[in-house]
């Protein structure tokens, strides 16, 4: 089912009208585009900001989480269709 | 006019809105009973949290057994669940409510009633803004999100409304069809009427709503006391009950915290052991809404195998004489909302726990709740709470449990962590006792 991942991951992302949209992201040798964003949630981690995206391409299903405060990307959790 | 909103197979459909790959398929939010391993923690008495409509089409349901859900419906997908994620998607829909009335009720983490006598003409009227909700959702959220929404002149009706279609449902109750609907339904459909009432109303011979509304107020009151009243009310559809807006809710009269072990536990330690996380997180919800509480009390349930045999299992769920418990509370004539100090009264009332029974669940609950400011004369007091102090500030600052006391790494050690527990230790509170 899911797997946990964890990975600092590299990510095209867009900033458009005060949103956050991932286009593409590289996990270690492999790239991955994303199809569609499903759903962003956030949290507050102490006083950083925690960026969660459920993001899909044409087999897979992913986590990715952006920490504002250290402008770093995660893939937290993927799942293979 | 009152709208009762209601989303449906909530946590199960945010997880299908999140993973379109889930969309379709009957999911379960909850422990997977298959992914049980040697050496890895048991699972095998989760319960389902919540089902898909495609796994609710299969029988199954929420508060299920996940094994017996699995014999139901063998290609039941589990799915962890993210209540950080289902807070947030709540958070979200909730402005959305908001924005057609002030009057909002948040009545549990997925259900709401609105308000909108005042505001319904701003926007065409309530059936109107039914719709609007409903495509908004859509929108805003996630286009997997659905609800149920019921309009009628009151919260009891309303709420009837909306549990009368589901998926995606929108019924209005009025003056036209309220007796032909209230005719229709069983009195266990009304928000009111449990088992144990219904019970009781059978016994009387009252089976259906018409029954109910020809028995008399006398009758009723006298079987039911003041419940009787509304009972009488309920019968006719009608409530008076007022749309409680979120802003005015009251205090929290109490607060409590449970926890069911990974496995089955005998050992005094490792009660303590969650107790005391049990206790800390207590005493930081307390000092976080700026509480003090004066009664603690302590819930230890026992394991199926305690007394009863594994096979009558599946009777115990639904049958009255459920696990058998322990259940003391103790009251002091002090303020504490200090985690340390409610584990240490918690430890005074297992002092009294001579059942020797394996234990399944562990709850801590503190009661007679005061917003308390005071300020001991005993300086030791005031340090202890100079060091609360900081270490909430800590916690507020680097995330829940950036500092934490020595006695969890014991928790640690002992495998009986409550999840999200611990981050990586980078530092400790030390207590001289």
Not at chain 2, 30 to 53: C, N, Q, W, Y
Not at chain 2, 197 to 209: K, P, S, W
Not at chain 2, 289 to 311: D, I, M, P, Q, W
């Amino acid at each position: 089912m899911y797997e946990t991942i964890n990975d600092q991951i590299e990510v095209l992302a867009g900033f458009k009208r005060g949103q956050i949209i991932p286009y593409r992201f590289k996990w270690g040798i492999h790239q991955y585009d994303v199809k569609k964003v499903n759903l962003v949630h956030g949290e507050m981690r102490g006083r950083d900001m925690l960026y969660y995206f459920s993001v899909s391409d044409e087999a897979n299903y992913f986590k990715l989480c952006f920490d504002a405060s250290k402008m770093l990307w995660k893939l937290e959790e993927m799942m293979e269709s | 006019m009152i709208l009762h909103i209601d989303m449906n197979s909530y946590f199960a459909t945010c997880e299908q809105q999140a993973n379109p790959f889930l969309r379709g398929k009957p999911v379960a939010v909850g422990g997977d009973p298959r992914s049980f391993h040697k050496g890895e923690i048991s699972r095998s008495r989760t319960l389902i949290v919540a089902a898909s409509k495609e796994a609710k089409k299969r029988g199954v349901k929420s508060v299920m057994p996940s094994w017996e859900a699995v014999k139901i419906c063998p290609e039941l997908i589990f799915v962890p669940g993210d209540h950080i994620k289902y807070k947030w998607i709540t958070d979200k829909f909730l402005e959305i409510f908001k924005s057609y009335s002030p009057i909002l009720e948040i009545f549990s983490i997925d259900e709401a009633f609105l308000d909108v006598t005042k505001t319904a003409k701003l926007f065409g009227g309530a059936e109107n803004i039914a719709k609007e909700i409903k495509l908004r959702l859509k929108k805003e959220v996630g286009e997997w999100m659905t609800c149920s929404i019921g309009i009628a002149e009151n919260k009891l009706l309303a709420k009837l409304a909306s549990d009368l279609k589901k998926p995606d449902g929108l019924v209005i109750i009025d003056e036209n069809n309220k007796e032909k609907i209230l005719n229709s339904i069983e009195l266990i459909d009304f928000c009111g009427i449990g088992k144990r009432i219904e019970a009781r109303l059978n016994r009387m011979g009252i089976f259906t709503v018409r029954q109910l509304k020809d028995c008399s107020y006398i009758n009723l009151t006298k079987e039911f006391k003041s419940y009787g009243h509304k009972l009488y009310l309920i019968a006719r559809g009608e409530d008076n009950s007022e749309v409680m807006p979120y802003y005015l809710l009251p205090d929290e009269k109490s607060m409590g915290h449970n926890f069911t072990l990974p496995k089955d536990v005998w050992d005094l330690k490792e009660i303590k052991t969650v107790i005391l996380q049990l206790s800390e997180k207590l005493g930081r919800r307390l000092r976080r809404k700026n509480f003090a509480a004066k009664c603690v009390s302590l819930l230890l349930r026992y394991s199926f195998n305690s007394r009863v045999g594994e096979k009558s299992i599946s009777n115990l769920r639904f049958d009255k004489p459920n696990f058998h418990y322990f259940h003391k509370q103790k009251k002091v004539n002090y303020w504490i909302n200090d985690g340390y100090e409610i584990y240490k009264i918690a430890c005074m009332i297992l002092e009294g726990w001579q059942d020797n029974q394996s234990v399944r669940m562990i709850g801590i609950a503190v009661s007679c709740l005061s917003k308390v400011n005071q300020i001991s004369c005993l300086e030791e007091d005031n340090k202890l709470k100079r060091i609360l102090k900081v270490s909430d500030k800590i916690n507020n600052k680097y995330g829940e449990n950036t500092i934490f006391r020595g006695a969890y790494l014991k928790a640690e050690k002992s495998k009986i962590l409550m999840p999200k527990a611990l981050k990586s230790p980078v530092s400790f509170m030390r207590r001289s006792n």
